[in-house]
C-alpha cells in the first residue's frame, strides 16, 4: 500500500469514527478527527504488517528453488506449500524456513502487545507477571544455565537475554547479584516487565551495536532464533559482544512439521550445531523438551556455546 493511500485509509477511518462521534458528542470537532487519525496510524501499520503476512503464502509460490539455507547455503526444496510462507527444507542439513523472509516491522507487528504474551506463557500454565506455575517455568531454564552451561553466582557477571519477554529470567539472576540487560522487541511487554522486576528491557530487536561495547559472561536466548529474520547475523552478534570465557544458552524447538505460524525458522539438531559453530569453537547440544498446558509435547534443544571465535580474530587472543 503507497504512503498515499495509507494516508487515505486513515482519513477515512477517522471521519468514520469522527461521525459517530459528532452524532454522540456534538463539541468534537475536526481537530479531533485529524488528531484521531494521527492515533489511528500505529494500528495502521500493525494491521498491514499482518496482512502481508496472511497473503505470504501467496507471494512465496514459486520461490523453493531459489532459496539458499540461510544455515549452510545449500539450495532447498518445497517443503509445506500450505505454510504462511511455503517453507522451504534444505536438502543438505535439514533446516526449513521460510521461502519469504518477513521485514523486521513485519515481525515485530506479529509479536506486539499482551495478546502474543498471553499466548506464548499460556502454553506453560502462566496467567499474569505474577500468577501460574512460574516455579515449574523457571526451573530448567535455570539448570540449563547452572548445570549444563556451568555459570557460577560469584563473582558477579555481567547478563544479556535476547527475547527476554517479560523478564523473569533475569530477575531470578538479578537477585542473585548479577548486573542484567534485556533485549525484547515486544515493547508493550518490554516496558511491563521493566516496572515490574526494576530491571533494564530494551523495547526493541538485539543488535551488537546498542550494547556500546559491553560485553557479557552469560547470553540467554531461550525459543528465539526461530522467530529471527537473519539468524546468521544474530549468533555473530551473539558472539562479538560475550568475553573471551563467556557462556551462549541458547534454545529453539525441533520440530517436523511446519504448521507454527509464529516461526520463521524450522531447526534439526544438525542446522543448529552448523548455524552456532559457524561463530564458536565449542558447541554442546543437549535434548529438552516440556509438555505444554493443553498436554502437548514440545521437543526442543539447548546449545551451550563458548569460545567465541571473534575474540581470536578481532581481540588479538592466540590460540
Not at 505470504?56 to 520461490?63: D, E, F, T
Request: glycine share 8%; charged share 25%; net charge neutral.
Amino acid at each position: 500500500m503507497s504512503k498515499r493511500r495509507e494516508n487515505g485509509v486513515l482519513r477515512m477511518a477517522a471521519r468514520l469514527v469522527g461521525a459517530v462521534r459528532l452524532r454522540h458528542e456534538p463539541e468534537c470537532n475536526r481537530a479531533d478527527t485529524d488528531e484521531l487519525a494521527v492515533s489511528l496510524s500505529p494500528m495502521m501499520t500493525r494491521y498491514k504488517a499482518l496482512f502481508k503476512w496472511r497473503m505470504a503464502k501467496y507471494l512465496s509460490i514459486g520461490r523453493g528453488s531459489t532459496v539458499r539455507c540461510p544455515v549452510c547455503g545449500d539450495k532447498t526444496e518445497l517443503a509445506d506449500p500450505d505454510t504462511r510462507f511455503s517453507v522451504v527444507r534444505c536438502t543438505a542439513c535439514g533446516h526449513a524456513t521460510a521461502s519469504r523472509m518477513p521485514r523486521d516491522e513485519e515481525l515485530q507487528a506479529l509479536y506486539d502487545g499482551l495478546v502474543y504474551w498471553h499466548k506464548d506463557k499460556g502454553h506453560g500454565g502462566i496467567q499474569s507477571f505474577t500468577e501460574g506455575n512460574w516455579e515449574g517455568w523457571l526451573a530448567p531454564r535455570l539448570d540449563s544455565i547452572y548445570e549444563l552451561a556451568g555459570f557460577a553466582d560469584t563473582p558477579p557477571k555481567q547478563v544479556l537475554e535476547i527475547g527476554c519477554s517479560e523478564g523473569r529470567i533475569l530477575y531470578e539472576l538479578k537477585l542473585r547479584g548479577h548486573d542484567v540487560l534485556g533485549f525484547e522487541c515486544n515493547a508493550q511487554v518490554a516496558a511491563l516487565g521493566s516496572r515490574t522486576y526494576s530491571i533494564p528491557i530494551m523495547g526493541e530487536g538485539f543488535a551488537a551495536s546498542k550494547v556500546a561495547g559491553r560485553l557479557f559472561d552469560l547470553v540467554l536466548a531461550y525459543h528465539t532464533l526461530e522467530h529471527v529474520g537473519d539468524v546468521a547475523s544474530m549468533v555473530r552478534d551473539i558472539a562479538s559482544v560475550m568475553t573471551p570465557v563467556g557462556r551462549a544458552v541458547i534454545e529453539v524447538p525441533i520440530e517436523t512439521r511446519y504448521g507454527n505460524l509464529d516461526h520463521v525458522h524450522f531447526f534439526t539438531h544438525q542446522s543448529l550445531r552448523l548455524l552456532i559453530g559457524r561463530f564458536f569453537e565449542t558447541v554442546d547440544l543437549s535434548p529438552n523438551g516440556f509438555v505444554d498446558a493443553n498436554g502437548t509435547q514440545i521437543d526442543s534443544v539447548i546449545a551451550i556455546a563458548s569460545d567465541p571465535k571473534n575474540t581470536k580474530s578481532d581481540r588479538g587472543i592466540s590460540s
